[in-house]
């Protein structure tokens, strides 16, 4: 349920908010940043499929070995409504790009979302980073990453942004990076960063250099 990843040694890495089926705008993104799959990696905050045109295309991305993704909430719609009868709405309302899938095909994709992780530790040279998909569950990553009684919020949680939390930083991390709840620009709680700018509905996908927000994260903190 948890992946520790050891820094990058050669290149950058990249945070990118929910891609919803629109690998065309990351790959826009990408180019426009001068990524280098030779080097450089990107980390994912879940939600790869659904709601845009190109869902199989974007579950493709985790063959690459640059490309590394947290379980969002609709990947877990799509292992529980094939695994247990569960969200039969996903099929209706967001699955249905599965039809032009064999049954096996489905199977296949749907035990490679089961091994993705809930949250990642994303190790830098003088930096550690939390990455999943809706919010931190309480305060203590270390605790939280653990505890299986957080998956739950760490995938589908909404409260850090509806103000239903104590706002004060996450320990054991320099900052955390998630997505779900989609926001008008990147935004900041805490040292929580929302990375879910609406590439689900067509709009702006988000990618952001991880040591960037990093160091702006660190610089703000010097001067509170």
């Known amino acids: 349920m948890h992946s520790l990843i050891s820094k990058n040694e050669s290149g950058r890495d990249f945070a990118v908010g929910d891609i919803h089926g629109h690998i065309d705008l990351l790959m826009e993104e990408l180019s426009y940043v001068g990524f280098d799959p030779s080097r450089d990696r990107v980390f994912s905050v879940g939600d790869l499929i659904d709601r845009g045109p190109k869902s199989l295309d974007c579950l493709k991305l985790l063959d690459?070995?640059?490309?590394?993704?947290?379980?969002?909430?609709?990947?877990?719609?799509?292992?529980?409504?094939?695994?247990c009868d569960?969200?039969?709405?996903?099929?209706?309302?967001?699955?249905?790009?599965?039809?032009?899938?064999?049954?096996?095909?489905?199977?296949?994709?749907?035990?490679?979302?089961?091994?993705?992780?809930?949250?990642?530790?994303?190790?830098?040279?003088?930096?550690?980073?939390?990455?999943?998909?809706?919010?931190?569950?309480?305060?203590?990553?270390?605790t939280m990453i653990d505890d299986l009684t957080c998956h739950q919020q760490m995938m589908w949680g909404?409260?850090?942004?509806?103000?239903?939390v104590d706002p004060r930083p996450v320990i054991g991390v320099d900052i955390t990076?998630?997505?779900?709840?989609?926001?008008?620009?990147?935004?900041?709680?805490?040292?929580?960063?929302?990375?879910?700018?609406?590439?689900?509905?067509?709009?702006?996908?988000?990618?952001?250099?991880i040591a960037t927000l990093v160091q702006g994260y660190r610089d703000f903190a010097a001067l509170a």
Request: with cysteine; net charge neutral; proline share 5%.
């Open 64 to 83: 690459e070995p640059w490309f590394y993704a947290v379980r969002g909430n609709h990947e877990q719609m799509m292992i529980d409504w094939f695994s």
């Open 86 to 142: 569960a969200f039969p709405s996903w099929i209706r309302n967001y699955g249905t790009w599965t039809q032009e899938l064999q049954r096996t095909e489905i199977a296949a994709w749907v035990e490679r979302l089961m091994s993705l992780p809930i949250a990642i530790t994303l190790k830098g040279e003088t930096s550690t980073v939390g990455i999943c998909h809706a919010e931190p569950c309480g305060h203590d990553w270390a």
């Open 158 to 164: 909404r409260k850090v942004l509806r103000g239903d």
């Open 177 to 209: 990076l998630h997505g779900h709840t989609p926001v008008p620009k990147m935004r900041r709680i805490g040292n929580r960063y929302f990375l879910d700018t609406g590439a689900g509905d067509g709009d702006k996908l988000t990618v952001m250099n």
